[in-house]
């Protein structure tokens, strides 16, 4: 395993466009009155104005096994077992690991919101902010490609997170412990959840680059 970096402050990207198909509100653009989108526009911003990204990283060595549909970390113990994720790598030779979190400020607002009854703006708000952690995800992922072309190396522009498909969530834990995400403020239950809400790992496969 690389040595794990610490991002304690990732730009804030907000993408409206996917905020609002997030929404649904790109089926029925030309119904919505200016007032409502305008309010729409306000939540936006203030879930914006709440969130604040940090972020953990690193790259590992892998040893995939298409047979055994498994994917070991070398110099490590740790063995991912998912038809569904060795597909999904196919031949990369490294891992990119991420885990990043929109902090807790956010996660406080949308509960909040919620016990209010103030359900229009909890539920933008919850959208919004789930777009701008993934555009987090999108700065790291742009930041490491950056680095790998140095090295005759690149990065799959698809992200695979715990507990999709076949990739069984209780996974999430070794990522957790190899990501040190309690440097950031998050914690994780029992059930492999990460808390404050917001909170999210993701895997990039790293391959080389071949010919020219």
Known sequence: MQQLRTFPYIPLKVPRYKILKRLGYQRRQNEVSQRMMSEVDRWITYAA?????????????IQIDHGNKTV?????DTVFESERF???LGG????LI????????VADEIRQLQKDKRMTGAVIVDAAAS??????????MALYNKELVRERRTLKLKRFSAGYGDFDIRFQADIYHILKMETLGV???QTCILMPEKSVTAFCGISK???G
């Not at 070991?72 to 490590?76: G, H, I, N, T, V």
């Not at 777009?131 to 790291?140: C, N």
């Open 49 to 61: 104005d709440h969130i604040h990204l940090k972020a953990t990283a690193c790259i590992g060595d």
């Open 72 to 76: 070991a970390l070398k110099q490590s």
């Open 86 to 88: 060795t597909r999904f």
């Open 92 to 95: 990369a030779d490294q891992l």
């Open 98 to 105: 991420m885990g990043i979190t929109g902090g807790q400020a």
């Open 131 to 140: 777009e701008i952690v993934d555009e987090g995800f999108d700065w790291l």
């Open 187 to 189: 914690t994780m239950t």
């Open 209 to 211: 680059v071949t010919g």
